[in-house]
């Protein structure tokens, strides 16, 4: 009797497993997905350049843990005139640059380059809330 309960729990166990490698791998999808189309979105010469939109499906894209968006978002949000938030491009260049991966020191490079601009424009105070920002989102 106590080998049938093993069994059976075991090929719940391994149902449940099944069940969410599947609802993980829907969300990885989903999230290169959206990364993707919020890039295209954000291409100057695209026919549908839509930078608030493309925005949105990268931030959606971070939600999901996306390993390219935090940089995506570092990139987008320093050089594209209307969606322009260096505090907030800070914030995501420093998530890159911790996640480690092939784009930590592209990161590190735009990073320190929106510092210098946010101190010649903002001042000393604005490049410590950035930095702050950056600790909090990483920590999420």
């Keep these: 009797m106590r080998l049938i309960i093993v069994l059976t729990l075991?090929?719940?166990?391994?149902?449940?497993?099944?069940?969410?490698?599947?609802?993980?791998e829907n969300e990885r999808i989903l999230a290169n997905e959206q990364f993707v189309r919020g890039t295209e979105l954000l291409k100057?010469?695209?026919?549908?350049?839509d930078p608030k939109s493309?925005?949105?499906?990268l931030l959606e894209s971070a939600k999901h843990k996306y390993q390219l968006a935090?940089?995506?978002?570092?990139?987008?949000?320093?050089?594209?005139?209307?969606?322009l938030d260096l505090k907030?491009?800070?914030?995501?260049?420093?998530?890159?640059?911790?996640?480690?991966?092939?784009?930590?020191?592209?990161?590190?490079?735009?990073?320190?380059?929106?510092?210098?601009?946010?101190?010649?424009?903002e001042g000393a105070n604005s490049v410590q809330q950035a930095k702050e920002m950056g600790i909090a989102k990483y920590h999420q």
């Design 88 to 121: 907030e491009a800070y914030s995501w260049c420093y998530v890159a640059e911790k996640i480690g991966d092939k784009f930590s020191t592209l990161a590190t490079k735009q990073g320190l380059k929106i510092l210098e601009q946010l101190e010649k424009t």
């Design 44 to 49: 100057r010469e695209s026919k549908e350049f």
């Design 10 to 24: 075991l090929v719940l166990s391994k149902s449940a497993l099944s069940q969410s490698a599947n609802s993980y």
């Design 54 to 57: 493309g925005l949105n499906l």
């Design 70 to 83: 935090p940089f995506g978002l570092c990139v987008a949000l320093s050089v594209t005139p209307e969606i």
